[in-house]
């Protein structure tokens, strides 16, 4: 089933122009439809020497608010206007100002959301909550990466499997991509030891299901020797030369994860390539 509901979560000018140059070639692609969704932050009510809110500094910082998604917004149209989509600007407000939040209801009716990786040289408030997608949405997120190349071919697709849940979810809700990849390689670490005994951990029996599809795939194991799993995915990323990697999301538990890191935050924060994510 082809993409056909896009949700853009677009923070800020730091994210939109990445977001965007992966959205609107896909929602082309698939002759979907392209949601922008922004979320603005709602004014606190500071209070004045005499303890009454202060009127003033509410009025400019919803002024200031209103100008910047407004300026978002025109951008957004700019952008979308030759592309000859469908598509709707969704303007928001929330406590938090995070769109990834407010996007949260547009996602879940969407086959699909794209929001940026976390730019660590940007403002914190300059990338959305991308968690909050992960976690709440249902629905698979496509992280753009903040450097490198802003791709939506994605011709060499590496599929990072574990046998998990997640890992399944995740690989099969990118078939609309691995379907037209040129080539998907299934990627194991630690393959148990009796492939036969236990093939679904192995990758080969969701290869051949993906293979039923059309999907052009191989299985490829590598053992860890020390290494860390991000660090493995993203040396065979490299030696591939992967566009895009498709990865189950907090596989493991979210609060070890949490608390003394994992892939999934390797991909929130650094990973060199787009990534699929589901949950």
Not at 99 to 126: K, V
């Amino acid at each position: 089933m082809p993409f056909k509901t896009i949700v853009a979560i677009i923070q800020s000018k730091d994210d939109a122009e990445r977001v965007l140059d992966c959205a609107i070639p896909l929602t082309t692609r698939f002759q979907g439809h392209l949601i922008g969704v922004h979320a603005e932050a709602l004014p606190v009510a500071y209070t004045s020497a005499v303890g009454f809110p202060d009127t003033e500094f509410l009025q400019a910082t919803a002024e200031v608010n209103k100008e910047r998604a407004e300026a978002l917004q025109a951008d957004f149209r700019r952008r979308i206007r030759d592309a000859n989509v469908s598509y709707e600007w969704r303007s928001l407000e929330c406590f938090s100002g995070d769109s990834a939040h407010s996007g949260i209801a547009s996602a879940r009716c969407a086959d699909l959301a794209i929001a940026a990786q976390r730019n660590p040289h940007a403002d914190s408030t300059a990338t959305a909550d991308v968690d909050a997608l992960l976690f709440e949405s249902g629905r698979p997120v496509l992280i753009v990466p903040h450097a490198g190349p802003s791709l939506s071919s994605y011709r060499n697709v590496l599929i990072a499997w574990n046998g998990s849940r997640e890992a399944a979810r995740a690989a099969f809700d990118a078939l609309p991509l691995l379907m037209e990849a040129d080539h998907v390689e299934v990627f194991v670490i630690d393959p148990p030891e009796d492939a036969e005994y236990d093939s679904e951990a192995s990758g080969e029996e969701i290869a051949t299901a993906l293979a039923r599809h059309g999907v052009n795939i191989n299985v490829a194991a590598e053992t860890s020797n020390g290494r860390s799993i991000d660090q493995i995915l993203q040396q065979r990323i490299a030696a591939r030369g992967a566009d895009l990697l498709v990865l189950g999301a907090y596989s493991h538990s979210w609060l070890r994860q949490l608390l003394f890191g994992g892939v999934t935050r390797t991909v929130l924060q650094s990973m060199p390539v787009a990534t699929f994510m589901s949950r």
